[in-house]
């Protein structure tokens, strides 16, 4: 299954189908059991053989990210960096040992008021959290605690994380990862000629990510590469650059496949990367795309 959602609604593009059509998409969690989606930046919902069911709301509309915990445990992430646990009774409960951890004082986020939950991923050991811009950090207690990873001089945008203890990490300075879970850390820009990174997508040994001259860039590309390798532009089937970043939550692999969200439109690929086609022109610009169960 490829979800994608947009700021009208929500497709399948493996079966044509759609869902909750109106609403905007803030983003998408997969686990075993399904899907579970951010709308409206608000209200969490489950989405189960075509039918939603609300697991709960936020007393205001600023979520920003969203993870599923090994043990099911849905949580979103919100400005100012604050967490919040949608409880199976439909409350919302925040993670008041995040808002303890050392040196947020100092957290500071160039393009809004405070700084942003950007993006969270869950690992069958670890719920990693990256704050834009204050560093990458883990837990391994579904929230009680908390272990900084990497520091905020990074500038992280996007944190993924596999059923194997890899970890890979988008940021301004170049692509970051782990082969142990976060115990150890390695950096490159080989192969890419700019070295702003906006998302990545891991799949098995490979990994993919966005890349630009900035923030505001007019020359945005996606590149791929085996983890430890120099990256190689993605070229065939898609446009010569993208006129913006490819964000983060906008980016997937899985299986041999890669997908790519960008304004309006979903490019596919089925071989790793290396030749894309246009697989979707939708009514509205694309907010996420996410591989997952069906």
């Known amino acids: ?54 697991l709960g709301a936020l007393p205001e509309p600023d979520g920003q990210s969203l993870a599923v915990l090994a043990d099911g445990t849905v949580v979103v992430g919100r400005t100012g960096a604050r967490l919040a646990v949608v409880s199976p009774d439909s409350k919302v409960v925040d993670v008041s040992a995040f808002e303890a951890v050392p040196g947020r004082d100092s957290w500071e986020n160039p393009a809004n008021p405070t700084p942003d939950t950007r993006t969270m991923a869950a690992g069958p050991r670890r719920w990693w959290v990256n704050v834009h811009v204050g560093g990458v950090w883990w837990s391994d207690d579904a ?21 194997d203890g890899h970890v890979a990490v988008a940021a301004a300075v170049g692509f970051g990862w782990s082969s142990d879970d976060g115990e150890s850390w390695s950096w490159t820009t080989d192969g890419l000629q700019v070295s702003y990174l906006r998302a990545v997508a891991l799949a098995g040994d490979a990994a993919l990510v966005s890349a630009s001259d900035g923030p505001f860039t007019n020359s945005g590309a996606v590149y791929r590469a085996r983890i430890g390798s120099s990256f190689v532009r993605c070229q065939a089937g898609l446009p010569d650059r993208f006129e913006g970043n490819v964000d983060s939550g906008n980016l997937d692999a899985a299986a041999g496949r890669a997908a790519i969200g960008f304004d309006d439109r979903v490019y596919l690929s089925e071989d790793e990367g290396r030749t894309w086609r246009v697989a979707a022109v939708l009514p509205a610009p694309v907010s996420a795309v996410r591989f997952g169960p069906t």
């Not at 759609?18 to 579970?36: E, K, N």
């Open 143 to 163: 929230g009680q605690t908390w272990q900084g990873a990497i520091e905020p001089e990074a500038d992280v945008h996007e944190v993924r994380t596999d059923a």
């Open 1 to 54: 299954m490829l979800l994608v959602g947009t700021t009208h609604g929500l497709w399948d593009l493996d079966t044509g189908d759609s869902f909750l059509d109106g609403q905007a998409v803030t983003a998408l969690a997969a686990d075993a059991d399904g899907w579970c989606v951010l709308l409206d930046g608000r209200v969490v919902v489950r989405l189960d053989s075509g039918n939603t069911v609300e």
